[in-house]
């Protein structure tokens, strides 16, 4: 079968199975980089975007908790007023986050510890609210008991779960980056092992050509190219050797003419 088939059959074919393999590994590097670029954008784009509201709604509350603590032992109006503008800001904040964050979270128990911040964060600022209104009306006893006994204990139930939230949103964010190297590393591997296996068909189809071209000469191409040109100078006592059972191949056949 091989010495039925021309060299440039057999050249064609190598070179074909080359370019394939050289393709396929192109492919599986491409694949490889978009699978790490999709793990990549999620980390910048979607996981840590989580993790910092998150933390903007912990900053928030716990900011709010010190506002209300300096607004307990505060006599000053004017001191008074920026700590109210502070907790205003610091209740736009959380918010924003609490807003930011339902569009982003998509697993079922980051919308469950979500709705719970919701819940204990509102009833929070509400004792926080009449916290406030009790300083205004000048009752500042009833006030600190108010602060003490509900306010504070509703904040601590808050921040407990935001920081639930938070912990879980930097565990996804570990886990996005952990993904992103196992599709590397797969690719890499995927990579290597294409390389390997093209270096091994080259190896291969350079045997399989050798060997086709040998057993067509009879020989090697120096030696046959001699007895060639022994011949055609007339010399017909030349001594042509060929392998043990050779009939097919040109030096077969001049050994048979001489």
């Known amino acids: 079968m091989l010495g039925k088939t021309s060299v440039k059959t057999q050249l ?75 907790i205003e800001a610091n209740r736009k904040l959380g918010n924003e986050a609490l807003e930011k964050l339902e569009q982003l979270v998509v697993r079922p128990e980051a919308k469950t510890l979500l709705a719970r911040i919701k819940d204990e964060r509102g009833a929070f600022v509400a004792s926080l609210t009449r916290v406030l209104k009790l300083v205004d009306e000048g009752k500042r006893a009833d006030a600190v008991a108010l602060a003490l006994g509900e306010a504070k204990p509703l904040l601590d139930k808050a921040l407990a779960a935001s920081g639930e939230l938070l912990e879980l949103q930097k565990r996804a964010m570990a886990e996005a980056e952990t993904a992103a ?78």
């Open 12 to 86: 064609g074919t190598g070179f074909g199975v080359l370019i394939v393999a050289m393709i396929a590994m192109a492919g599986v590097g491409l694949v490889g980089m978009h699978s790490v670029n999709a793990h990549l954008e999620r980390i910048v784009q979607v996981e840590s975007a989580k993790v910092e509201q998150a933390n903007n709604l912990n900053n928030a509350m716990r900011g709010n908790a010190r506002r209300m603590m300096e607004m307990l032992v505060t006599t000053d109006a004017a001191a008074m007023q920026q700590i109210r503008d502070r």
């Open 181 to 258: 190297r196992a599709g590397f590393a797969r690719a890499r591997l995927l990579m290597i092992a294409i390389a390997l296996g093209a270096l091994a068909l080259a190896i291969g189809i350079a045997w399989w050509i050798t060997r086709s071209i040998l057993r067509q000469l009879g020989g090697e191409p120096g030696y046959v190219a001699e007895v060639v040109s022994r011949v055609a100078g007339g010399d017909l006592a030349v001594e042509i050797r060929t392998r043990a059972g050779d009939e097919t191949s040109l030096l077969a056949a001049m050994r048979r003419m001489v």
